[in-house]
């Protein structure tokens, strides 16, 4: 089973540009975009956005036209679809959404910004909480949790190049790395791309300032989270930054049957 993750930074931008190749090419089992940045109404007659190589699709959309929200592809119907966590404050700006397969849940997620001064780090520990609350709440149901998503959180200095230049920054503040570490240390998820890559240099996103991602000057943001009990199943990971579109790119988890 072979799950994609990308922040494509407008859904309308990336398919004016290599999406429907790249897409084509990937051939996914389940592809899961975040910040889509479009309101069901401006799709609603566009097949090419709804069923990209016929695949079935679940979406969480925001509110605010131009912002935020999901899209989930994949080939087979889901089971089951949920959208959102239950509290308004988050589902209205379109940042969780839960796939079942068979044993396995699969949620695409886009983790708030902590924005300059830091104005939206309480929103975001918040959010962070309740997503916790619900990952381990399905994971006492005995379901193989696979979240994957933009969580606007490099972990360890290893994820990003200029860790101490940026000490003060959002997304390398230290209340957001704390909760990562505890989420993967004490409650004992896993990063899967750190389960076979422990190199450094490896990134998902870059400024759109001149050469920056030619050098490599990037953060990695998108991952690819699954509970202990399920990391028996990880196969491979990957990260893509050859495929472009975006300030991210793509992240791959490959699964065992």
């Known amino acids: 089973m072979k799950l994609i993750s990308w922040n494509v930074n407008g859904l309308r931008s990336v398919h004016k540009k290599n999406f429907r190749e ?15 940045k479009i309101t069901d109404e401006a799709i609603k007659k566009d097949e090419s956005f709804y069923h990209p190589a016929k695949y079935h ?3 969480a959309f925001a509110e605010k036209p131009g912002y935020s929200g999901l899209a989930l592809y994949s080939k087979k119907e889901p ?10 404050k988050f589902d209205s700006e379109g940042r969780w ?23 939206r780090l309480p929103f975001k520990l918040e959010f962070c909480a309740a997503a916790e609350k619900r990952l381990q709440a399905l994971r ?19 994820d990003l190049r200029n860790p101490k230049t940026n000490m003060k920054n959002a997304g390398f503040l230290p209340e957001e790395r704390a909760w990562m570490t505890k989420f993967l240390d004490k409650l004992e998820w896993v990063d899967s791309f750190r389960k076979f890559e ?23 943001l998108d ?35």
């Open 22 to 36: 790249w897409f084509e090419d990937a051939k996914a089992d389940v592809v899961c975009l975040q910040e889509i």
């Open 57 to 59: 699709s679940a979406w």
């Open 79 to 88: 089971d089951d679809v949920r959208i959102g966590l239950g509290i308004p």
């Open 97 to 119: 959404l839960e796939a079942d397969f068979g044993p396995i849940t699969v949620i695409n997620s886009y983790f708030p910004n902590s924005q300059r001064e830091h104005t």
């Open 140 to 158: 006492k149901k005995g379901r193989e949790v696979m979240i994957c998503g933009d969580f606007n959180i490099a972990h360890k200095e290893i």
């Open 198 to 220: 422990q190199g450094p240099d490896h990134y998902t996103w870059w400024s759109y300032r001149p050469g920056v991602r030619e050098k490599n000057v990037g953060w990695r």
């Open 223 to 257: 991952y690819f989270l699954v509970n202990k009990e399920a990391s028996d199943r990880l196969k491979a990971a990957a990260i893509r930054p050859d495929v472009m579109g975006s300030d991210h790119c793509p992240v791959v988890l490959t699964l065992k049957k």
